[in-house]
Every structure is written in structure tokens, then in C-alpha cells.
């Protein structure tokens, strides 16, 4: 074959796709049983066959990439939603995400005493505007929060991007550019990677070992199997990516542009619950906690009065995420706590992206040497090119960044085919 | 320095582990005006001494531990006030061959544990041979990360399993995060420990100095010549230096006026954590468990590495700590869940069931005032990181052990970084009043 793409997540799945509308002969080796990478989605945990998305939930306003794959596969999207709103004045500022529900000490604050905080923190933006790279906790201190607006505002790493707040900087939330015109996916996230992986020669459950050059060749090897190939692309997560083995050794600028990327820690809690329209009615656009799950949202109602509620929570090392009842626990307590109902719960589930050997974290941290590292992290090897969402050059990290890169390497895979001799006739 | 002629310059040294203590010791020395401050209420940082419970006056270091023969700065400073450091035993093989790398030094008959059981005789020798020709004919290149090199030497299952041990105990990362260089270049060799626990050090340091405990600092704002230091209790100190000693994922929840700049927050937000921390027990069977664990012992299982804390007790029961890290960080939530791992390696490398009589463990990525054991660069970046962690900004200048190009990551790293940031600011001139250049130093 021509082509070996590694990872059957989006980025792989658009490279293949491309690839092989081009022509070219492809095959996609996965780790894993199933496809969708971090875009999982379980439909066997909760009642009725509703979807359960383990990891990207939200499609946001721009991402016209991810739009378009939408559009052209017939995805189905939920009705438009908004996590949060924006300031009075209209404006869309890094206090906006404060103005939706706000539980504080397992406590709801009265839409005064948000209002009290938001506001706060509304000014601090304006008399002391934050530089993009200062840390989330640095610009709090500087700009002389009260310990209340601290904390709460520095406690939205927990949901975006899913870390604790330490290494997150102020461009994440300043301005907000994810959560204010957003839409999910009508049936499951995974519902895209499905679509895309029709046609494609995907094989599931070849974990790749070694990628070896070999007289103007490579060869792929598997637990089991050898693939050999002109070009790979590799569209695995930062972390797997360094589980495997190249020869010829990657050049020192690519093993440090992964390594100088760290991936961020934590997971999902997904409750469906009874007497959905009510706590969808009560819960209103989210609501954001100082307690381990930092934010929780509701997908529309679904058969018989149910309701899912997804919730993101950091790896803050309590012990939480690894503890399936206790996190759904504290995600009930959320609930009771922001709808002031009783919450039945019907079923659960908790992901941990820390453990999952093939993710390594929930999505890259492109901080470090911002804007090189992406472009770092895209560049070529020779016949080895690289995708994913920490290779994107616009919407890095999330799914439309993920199909762009996709479509990237596909790109240069084909540009080889057009400037570099033709293959080698087989000899004996 | 620019302070006003008879009185010594004011300094405030945020952070009491070794690196803030022998700043603060050195410019005392020199005649400074030095304070400490420090957020714990204790001094020593990730020097951490714990005695309770331990039977036979024993002790055990959750924190920083080992003196290899390369902590020069450190011994020389423990000398001067008065600490022990005990005798040597080794971890790499004493007999090493010529040219031999530290991973080979690791490799030896009856302390790798692989699937619950120690490699010994046939099943050892087959290892040794399988990493020893890897190295020969496919040798790693200094910055290939282990894990792809295991890969790209088609190493086998046991083999690889055996690395996880070995490869994880000098950093304390997952084989996927760290470079070759430290099971190539780096030599641990010989081991030696502060006699009565780490802290000695930092509790000897402390005891002239001035220290203000439970003192977190919220912001550092530079204007005007001075410094002026927010503490989170509100009150504000001024002073004409200050230096910042605290942990590399402690110094981005400190706010900075002007804000640092970005090339040094870019550094600090692409550093990977070394997360988890260690987990330390007293066993009654003290002969048989120091005949088995005095030189380390490696594993694959959550619990990468165990060692004697105290080898050179000869008598009594023995005091053994474990390591957990990375993905298997996870385990140390459970303090329970992480002591039987300890109690079933030990258990393994003696031979027999052993006797837990106290016990103590530390998380120290849930530790705020650190989020992380440390920080351990590869090879190819060390040096343009630490250029860019170390330099000071103004009036503050920054210590701590991830500022040391050569040994970042351990105690030497934040004794030597503690000197050097002496330095930087006995080396700063006197400020001459303006009035004193016009009358004193201008030819009428």
C-alpha cells in the first residue's frame, strides 16, 4: 500500500479519507477496538440507548471545518446552546463564563451574589487588562482579586482545558473564544468518526510499535503485524506518539517539540437522570463549581423524561476521577446543589483520560514556545508526517483543529506523490 | 546595592527548602538583611523528614533524599554547619566494566522484579544479555525518548518490563517522558544520606536566620528601585532584592508586576511534571529486609523503585521507601492501596511475608505548594531552559533546584542555585547617591 496512517481518531480518519478520494492506497492501524480516539462515545451505559460522549462534546461557532464535515456526512447536531452569557453590556469578556449558575461550597449563589463576582472580575479586566501568557493565578494576584473571585475564576481550568490552574495562561479565557454559540452532536460525538471511517481500511486492535525506514521504504510494525508503506502519517495523541518507535531516531527538534508539550489531566462524569424536564429547566445554560467537577451542562431531554448531564473535572490527585460512585456521587450533589431538585439517577459513567494508555491526557497544552510548537509538532520527517490537534495551525486541540491536520498531512503526502520519483518497480 | 549608605541592603527570600535556606545563609553571611518567607509551617520544601510512629528513634525522608558522589556544594555545606552525611552504599554495581553505561550498572542478579518475581540465575542472565547487545548494536541516542528506543531496539516483553523499573528510578517519569541521556550518561554510582534525615540540612541553615512560617506570598510588584512583596494575609514588606525559590509549578500561581516575561512562562508551561511521590515504612525483619533492599531494588508494577532509607543502621527493624510516579501516580491516592504494594515488594525481594510496623506516604502532586516531585529535563533543551529560568528579572532573582544546569532535580541542583543567586546579588554595585558622583567623583 501506499499510505499507513497510525490512529483512527479525526485527524487520522481525515488524512485517510483525503488520501484516499485522492487515490491513494491506505490503511489505518488503531490501537484500540473502535475508532473516534477522544471523540468515544458509549451507548450501551445509559437507558434508552443514549449517548454517552466519553471526551469532545462541543462544536463552537467558526469552527467551519468541523461544520462542513457535519454538513457533507449528515451529522445532526442538537439545537444551539450557550454555556454561559455574556456581560450586560454585551460583550463576550472573561467574566462571562462567571454569569451562569454557581455553586460555592456545595451552596448556589443568589444571582446577586454571582452578579458581585462577576463583576469583579469585570473590572479587574478592565483596569488591569491581563497579558496573554500571564498564568491564570498570576493575573488574579497582580490584578488584586478577592480571594472569592480567585479562586472561582481560576477554578474554569478545570472544564477549558480540563487542568489545574497552575500552567494555564490568560489567553484561554481572555477573550473567551469556546462556549458562547455551540452545538453538540445530535447522536453521540462519535457519530462524525463513524461516518468517516465508512469505506476506509481500518484495522482495530494493531497497536503500532516501530516505524522503520527501509531502502526508501517503511515498514510499520504492530503487535502482531508489518505494514510496509511510501509515507506514514502519524495521527496518534503527544503522549502514544512517544511510545513508538522510529528508525532512523527522530531528529532532536521533533522528540523535544513533544516533549515540551504536556497533555492536560482529567476526565468526564456523565449521570442520566429522571425527571429531565425539570432539572433541565432548573439548571439553565451550566453550572460552574469550586467543588471537583468544575462544570456540568445538560444535553436535550431525552425518551421518557430522562436527562444527561456531562460534567469535566481536573486530575487534581483527590482521588476523584478514579473512583467511579464517588465521582458520580459528587456529580449528584451537583446537581441537587444548581437545580435545587432531588436527582434520581438512572445510570453513570466516568472517564479518566489520565489512564488511557493511548490518550495520555485529555488534549495538548500548546503553551510553551506558543505559536512555534505546533508548527514543531506538524513538521515532516522525511516520508513521516504528522497530524492531530496539537498539529493544527487554527483550532489546535480541539476536533476542527484535528480535521484540519488531517487534511494537512493528507495534503503533503500528495504533494510527494507529484514532485518525487515514481515507485520504485518491484525487483526479483 | 541600593540602599542608603549605613544600612545593609534588605532582601526577602521567598521559600525555605535548600535553595531559599542557603541563599538566605550565604547573604546573611555576607552581612544582608535577609527574611525568609515560606507559605508551609515548616522549612525544607521537598527536604521533608517524618519520625512519627517509627520505632528505635528512626526516621524517614518523603522528600529528597540521596547524596551521590557529584553533590559537592552540598556536602561542602554540610560540613560547614554541622550536618552528618552517612556512609556510601552503592546502586550501580560496584564492579562496573569499562565503559559501562549507569543502566548496565543496574543490571544485577536478584533486585529486578518483574510480574511479581525477582530475576535471578538463567532468567536474569537472558536479560542482561538482551539489554547489554541492545546497547551495543542499536545504542540509544542521547535525546531518544526510552520508550521509543525500547521500541526501535525491538526489545523484548521482559526486557522492556525490566527497563520500567530501572528507568523510572533516577527521574521519576513514565519511559515515554524522559531521554536516554539518564540511562546512558547520567552515573548515580555510590549513595550516601543526610544522618538523621534530609531536613537536618534545611533545620541547620534555618536556625540563624530569620523565618517567617505560614507566610504565602500573593504577589512580587517592582517599582521605583524597590521591590514590594504581597503576602496573602495582606500585609506588604519591601525590600531592595528578592529572590524567588519556590518550585517550577509553584512560581506561574505568583502574581508579577510588571508580568514575567513570556519567554520564561513559555519555559515553565512546556515542562512535564514528574508526579507522585513516595511511600515509607518501618519493617520489624530489619536483617533480612536490609540484605535485600539496602542497593535498591527495580520493578514494573505501580511501585517503581524501593530502597533501604537507612542502611547504615545495622540493628533494629528497617525503614524502606517506595516510589510511585506518572501514569501510576494514581495509586498514591489511596494510602492504603499504596502501602500493600510496598508490603508485597518487600515482601518479593526478602523472600517472605514481612511485618509493617509504621508507616507514612506523600502525594506530592496534591501538595500546592509544589504539584510535583520536580522537574527533569531532556537532554536537548536543558541548557536553553535553565538560560531562561535563571535569569533574573530587575530586582527579583530566581533560585531552586530546575534553575541548576547540571544537576536540576536534586538537592545539590538547589544548594549550588542558592549560591549562584547569592552571588548574582553580592555582585550588585552600591547605588552612589547622586549628589555624592557630583561633589566626590567630578574633576572641578
Same mark, same amino acid.
Given at each position: ?79 444551539? =446552546? ?97 462556549? $458562547? ?46 505494514? $510496509? ?48 424536564? =425539570?432539572? $433541565? ?38 482521588? =476523584? ?96 506523490? $507529484? ?10 | ?106 543490571? #544485577? ?46 526489545? #523484548? ?65 517592582? #517599582? ?69 533492599? #539496602? ?150
Amino acid at each position: 500500500m501506499s499510505t499507513v496512517v497510525i490512529g483512527a481518531g479525526l485527524a487520522g480518519l481525515a488524512a485517510a479519507r483525503s488520501l484516499t478520494r485522492a487515490g491513494e492506497d491506505v490503511v489505518v492501524l488503531e490501537a484500540q477496538p473502535f475508532v473516534g480516539g477522544r471523540t468515544r462515545t458509549l451507548r450501551d451505559r445509559l437507558r434508552h440507548g443514549q449517548p454517552a460522549d466519553l471526551g469532545a462534546s462541543f462544536i463552537d461557532i467558526g469552527q467551519d471545518k468541523l461544520l462542513q464535515y457535519c454538513d457533507e456526512l449528515g451529522v445532526a447536531l442538537t439545537p444551539q =446552546v450557550a454555556l454561559f452569557p455574556s456581560d450586560p453590556d454585551g460583550r463576550l469578556t472573561a467574566a462571562s463564563p462567571l454569569r451562569t449558575t454557581l455553586v460555592i461550597g456545595g451552596r448556589r449563589l443568589s444571582v446577586c451574589e454571582r452578579d458581585r463576582l462577576a463583576d469583579e472580575v469585570r473590572t479587574a479586566l478592565d483596569t488591569t487588562p491581563p497579558e496573554p501568557t500571564e498564568p491564570v493565578l498570576a493575573w488574579t494576584a497582580r490584578a488584586g482579586l478577592t480571594p472569592a473571585a480567585r479562586n472561582l475564576f481560576c477554578w474554569q481550568t478545570g472544564y477549558n482545558p480540563v487542568h489545574e490552574a497552575s500552567q494555564v495562561p490568560m489567553s484561554m479565557f481572555h477573550p473567551p473564544h469556546v462556549g $458562547s454559540v455551540c452545538w453538540m452532536m445530535a447522536d453521540g460525538t462519535d457519530a462524525l468518526a463513524q461516518a468517516l471511517a465508512e469505506g476506509l481500511d481500518i484495522r482495530l486492535e494493531q497497536p503500532v510499535r516501530a516505524t522503520r525506514r527501509r531502502r526508501g521504504q517503511l515498514v510499520v510494525e504492530t503487535d502482531t503485524d508489518r505494514f $510496509s508503506a511510501r509515507d506514514v502519517v502519524v495521527a496518534t495523541p503527544v503522549t502514544p506518539t512517544l511510545a513508538i518507535g522510529f528508525d532512523p531516531v527522530l531528529p532532536d527538534w521533533k522528540v523535544n517539540a513533544l516533549l515540551a508539550t504536556p497533555m492536560t489531566q482529567g476526565g468526564k462524569v456523565i449521570g442520566q437522570y429522571a425527571d429531565g424536564e =425539570v432539572i $433541565s429547566r432548573a439548571l439553565g445554560l451550566s453550572a460552574m463549581s469550586d467543588g471537583p467537577i468544575s462544570l456540568i451542562w445538560a444535553r436535550p431531554t431525552g425518551p421518557e423524561d430522562t436527562v444527561v448531564v456531562l460534567g469535566l473535572l481536573a486530575d487534581r490527585a483527590d482521588g =476523584v476521577l478514579r473512583d467511579e460512585e464517588r465521582c458520580l456521587t459528587v456529580l449528584d450533589d451537583l446537581v441537587a446543589a444548581a437545580t435545587g431538585t432531588s436527582p434520581r439517577r438512572l445510570a453513570g459513567v466516568v472517564q479518566d483520560w489520565t489512564q488511557e494508555r493511548y490518550a495520555g491526557g485529555v488534549v495538548s497544552m500548546l503553551m510553551g514556545d506558543f505559536p512555534r510548537l505546533p508548527s514543531l509538532l506538524a513538521q515532516s520527517v522525511g516520508p513521516i508526517h504528522f497530524a492531530g490537534e496539537h498539529t493544527a495551525e487554527m483550532w489546535a486541540t480541539g476536533m476542527d483543529g484535528a480535521l484540519r491536520s488531517g487534511e494537512r498531512a493528507a495534503a503533503e503526502v500528495l504533494q510527494r506523490r $507529484s514532485t518525487r520519483q515514481p515507485e520504485p518497480l518491484a525487483v526479483g | 546595592m541600593d540602599a542608603s549608605s549605613n544600612e545593609s541592603p534588605r532582601v526577602l527570600v521567598v521559600g525555605a527548602g535548600l535553595a531559599g535556606l542557603t541563599a538566605a545563609h550565604a547573604l546573611t553571611a555576607a552581612g544582608l538583611d535577609v527574611t525568609v518567607l515560606e507559605a508551609r509551617d515548616r522549612v525544607g520544601g521537598r527536604t521533608y523528614t517524618v519520625r512519627e510512629g517509627f520505632a528505635d528513634g528512626q526516621h524517614g525522608d518523603l522528600g529528597g533524599e540521596l547524596v551521590t558522589i557529584d553533590y559537592r556544594a552540598l556536602t561542602a555545606l554540610c560540613a560547614a554547619v554541622g550536618v552528618e552525611v552517612s556512609d556510601e552504599v552503592w546502586y550501580e554495581r560496584p564492579q562496573a566494566r569499562p565503559g559501562e553505561t549507569p543502566l548496565e550498572g543496574y543490571l #544485577s542478579d536478584g533486585r529486578i522484579i518483574v510480574d511479581g518475581q525477582v530475576l535471578t540465575g538463567g532468567r536474569f542472565a537472558a536479560v542482561d544479555d538482551e539489554i547489554r547487545v541492545a546497547l551495543r548494536d542499536t545504542p540509544p541516542a542521547g535525546h531518544e525518548v526510552i520508550e521509543q528506543w525500547t521500541r526501535r531496539a525491538g526489545l #523484548s516483553g521482559v526486557a522492556r518490563r525490566a527497563l520500567a523499573g530501572i528507568a523510572r528510578m533516577p527521574v521519576q517519569y513514565d519511559l515515554v517522558h524522559i531521554d536516554a541521556h539518564y540511562l546512558t550518561d547520567a552515573h548515580v554510582g555510590n549513595v550516601r544520606r543526610i544522618v538523621g534525615g534530609s531536613q537536618q540540612l534545611a533545620n541547620a541553615l534555618a536556625r540563624d536566620l530569620r523565618v517567617r512560617l505560614e507566610a504565602p506570598v500573593l504577589c512580587v510588584r517592582q #517599582s521605583g528601585g524597590h521591590v514590594r512583596v504581597e503576602l496573602e494575609n495582606g500585609e506588604q514588606l519591601t525590600a531592595d532584592r528578592v529572590v524567588v525559590a519556590i518550585p517550577p509549578f509553584v512560581l506561574p500561581t505568583i502574581g508579577f508586576d510588571p508580568p514575567l516575561p513570556a519567554s520564561l512562562i513559555g519555559a515553565l508551561t512546556s515542562m512535564q511534571r514528574s508526579r507522585g511521590g513516595k511511600v515509607i515504612a518501618q519493617y520489624a525483619e530489619g536483617d533480612a529486609v536490609r540484605a535485600a533492599l #539496602s542497593h535498591a531494588v527495580f520493578s514494573d508494577g505501580p511501585l517503581n523503585t524501593a530502597w533501604v532509607s537507612n542502611p547504615y543502621v545495622t540493628s533494629g527493624p528497617a525503614v524502606v521507601s517506595g516510589f510511585f510516579s506518572g501514569a501510576d501516580r494514581a495509586v498514591l491516592e489511596s494510602e492504603e492501596t499504596a502501602l500493600a504494594f510496598l508490603d508485597e515488594l518487600v515482601g518479593v525481594a526478602v523472600g517472605g511475608p514481612v511485618t509493617r510496623i509504621a508507616q507514612h506516604s506523600k502525594n506530592w502532586t496534591a501538595d500546592r505548594y509544589a504539584f510535583a516531585m520536580g522537574v527533569m529535563y531532556n537532554q536537548a533543551t536543558r541548557d536553553s531552559l535553565v538560560a531562561q529560568l535563571a535569569t533574573p528579572e530587575r530586582r527579583v532573582h530566581f533560585a531552586g533546584d530546575f534553575t541548576d544546569l547540571e544537576l536540576s532535580g536534586t538537592m545539590e541542583g538547589a544548594v549550588r542555585s542558592g549560591h549562584r543567586v547569592a552571588d548574582e546579588i553580592l555582585r550588585e554595585p552600591t547605588r552612589i547617591p547622586l549628589t555624592e558622583i557630583n561633589t566626590r567623583m567630578v574633576r572641578k
